[in-house]
Structures are given as structure tokens and as C-alpha cells.
């Protein structure tokens, strides 16, 4: 009779070895699939980031190129001024 209970209990422990073991794989194949997850979404903010400061760089030389032209065209409604002013004496 002890046998009996012996060859049931190891049959318990091997039943319960072999679930354990196949919940480890699943949850490590649900960690990969999360982790695999977060790095496509870690590359898309990475990708908008990168869009976002060319965009910034580009609109920082539009942003330099109007006020080089803005200078000029105080410089010309200046001596316009002057012109104008000669004229009225």
C-alpha cells in the first residue's frame, strides 16, 4: 500500500514539475512579446522625436532667413524716410 502512495505522490511532483515548467515558457514567451512591444513603440517615439527636431531645425533657418530679409527692408524703408524728408524741405 505505501508503494502505491509513493508511485502516486511522484507522479504528483512530476505532474506538478512539468506545469510549472510550461508556465515559466509562457510567461517568458509573454515577457518577449511584451518587451518586443515596447521596443516598437520606444522606435516610434524615437522616429517622432527625430521628425520633430528637423522640423525644428528647418524652421529655425526660416525663422533666421526672415530676419536677415526684415533688416534689409528697414534699412531700405530708412533711407526711404530720408529720401522722402529731403523731398518735403
Do not use: C, P
Not at 47 to 67: A, C, G, M, P, Y
Request: hydrophobic share 40%; no cysteine; aromatic share 4%.
Amino acid at each position: 500500500m505505501s508503494e502505491i502512495v509513493q508511485y502516486i505522490t511522484l507522479g504528483a511532483v512530476i505532474i506538478g514539475a512539468i506545469v510549472n515548467i510550461s508556465g515559466m515558457v509562457g510567461k517568458r514567451e509573454s515577457r518577449a512579446a511584451a518587451d518586443a512591444r515596447m521596443e516598437v513603440k520606444l522606435d516610434n517615439i524615437y522616429n517622432k522625436v527625430d521628425n520633430i527636431e528637423r522640423r525644428q531645425t528647418s524652421f529655425e533657418t526660416t525663422l533666421q532667413q526672415h530676419e536677415t530679409r526684415i533688416i534689409k527692408v528697414e534699412e531700405s524703408t530708412k533711407s526711404a524716410h530720408h529720401r522722402i524728408d529731403e523731398l518735403v524741405k
